[in-house]
């Protein structure tokens, strides 16, 4: 089991940043994917960035590519995403989830989310 809570969703205008932190326990790391995701109203869930937290590597969805960063914090279990350039096409609600490495794509864990609003 991973356990996962994320936090630093809010209300930002266009063009303006934020930082979401998810912070994992329950199980070392090193064996998972880790990745955020994200839903809005009405639409299907999305893939938005990821990375293999035992190398870093990361990857992200054209989408957002330019715009949002992954990155990890090996002491604190935590994962982050830094956003820029926000777009009203950005708010949705945002996951975090964790994947095997031995089954890549079957995100098994997920968050709670947190919501992200981008006013125009």
């Known amino acids: 089991q991973v356990q996962m809570v994320e936090s630093g969703g809010g209300l930002v205008q266009a063009g303006g940043s934020l930082r979401l932190s998810c912070e994992a326990s329950?199980?070392?790391?090193?064996?998972?994917?880790l990745a955020w995701f994200r839903q809005a109203p009405g639409k299907e869930r999305e893939f938005v960035a990821g990375?293999?937290?035992?190398?870093?590597?990361?990857y992200v969805a054209h989408s957002v590519k330019g715009r949002f960063t992954i990155s990890r914090d090996n002491s604190k279990n935590t994962l982050y995403l830094q956003m820029n350039g926000l777009k009203p096409e950005d708010t949705a609600v945002y996951y975090c989830?964790?994947?095997?490495?031995?089954?890549?794509?079957?995100?098994?864990?997920w968050g709670q989310g947190t919501q992200v609003t981008v006013s125009s």
């Open positions: 989830a964790a994947a095997s490495v031995g089954a890549p794509g079957n995100y098994a864990f």
């Open positions: 329950g199980r070392t790391l090193n064996t998972y994917h």
């Open positions: 990375l293999r937290w035992s190398s870093g590597n990361t």
